[in-house]
């Protein structure tokens, strides 16, 4: 069974700009999370859907958003991003949610300037 | 609100030592617990689940204890190679499926 795959895996924006990111889970995965991971602040839950709802949200600002689509794929957006958006975003794919297993993502590197 | 500290936040062992890593959380409604190891600039992988009904669980070397009641979960790694060296987290999801991390512990085997 191929893993988590998250694209891109590196990415440099500016500030003002957004970002879409992308979560293919693992096949028959309906349960998708994404977190940020910072040196600082290591890492926390941004948000999970499961069947395309979402269940679930961290304490992010509203500039921070995602969808899960029918296949199980996932999207987190970031708008007008700021330097502290810098982090290493990982996203993570369970059957049912984040009680069982989570096999994660290699992540997508965000560099803000 | 759970906040997770893992102790030590660094540590580094002569080859063929075992070792215990530490993690305690605030709110003890939790699930079950989750150890992941991450590797520099990598994503987690998962260890070991422990079920809240679990005391414990094994894997190869590596043995992970579950004491809710004291908000205690152990780590412990025998004979520890330097393939080891990597980063150890620790994950207690509430029961409304929001995950706390903690910060980790980093570990470095010394050849």
């Known amino acids: 069974k191929a893993g988590v795959t998250q694209t891109p895996r590196y990415l440099i924006k500016t500030r003002g700009q957004q970002v879409t990111l992308s979560c293919s889970p693992i096949?028959?995965?309906?349960?998708v999370s994404w977190y940020q991971q910072t040196p600082g602040q290591g890492l926390q839950f941004l948000f999970e859907?499961?069947?395309?709802?979402?269940?679930n949200k961290g304490n992010f600002p509203g500039r921070f958003s995602g969808r899960q689509f029918s296949n199980s794929r996932s999207e987190m957006n970031v708008s007008t991003l700021e330097l502290g958006d810098s982090a290493l975003y990982l996203c993570?794919?369970?059957?049912?949610?984040?009680?069982?297993?989570?096999?994660f993502g290699p992540g997508t590197r965000l560099l803000v300037l | 609100k759970q906040e997770v500290t893992q102790i030590p936040a660094a540590l580094s062992v002569p080859e063929g030592e075992n070792l215990v890593l530490n993690c305690s959380f605030t709110d003890s409604a939790i699930y079950n617990l989750q150890w992941f190891r991450q590797d520099p600039g990598k994503g987690l992988t998962s260890l070991l689940l422990?079920?809240?009904?679990?005391r414990e669980q094994t894997s190869g070397r590596l043995n992970a204890s579950l004491d809710k009641s004291s908000g205690r979960s152990t780590l412990y790694i025998a004979a520890s190679q330097p393939g080891d060296s990597a980063t150890y987290l620790c994950a207690p999801p509430r029961r409304d499926d929001k995950i706390i991390f903690g910060k980790g512990t980093r570990l470095h085997i010394l050849p």
């Open positions: 096949s028959g995965h309906r349960s």
């Open positions: 993570a794919s369970s059957l049912q949610g984040p009680q069982e297993t989570q096999y």
């Open positions: 422990i079920q809240s009904s679990q």
């Open positions: 859907y499961f069947s395309e709802t979402q269940r």
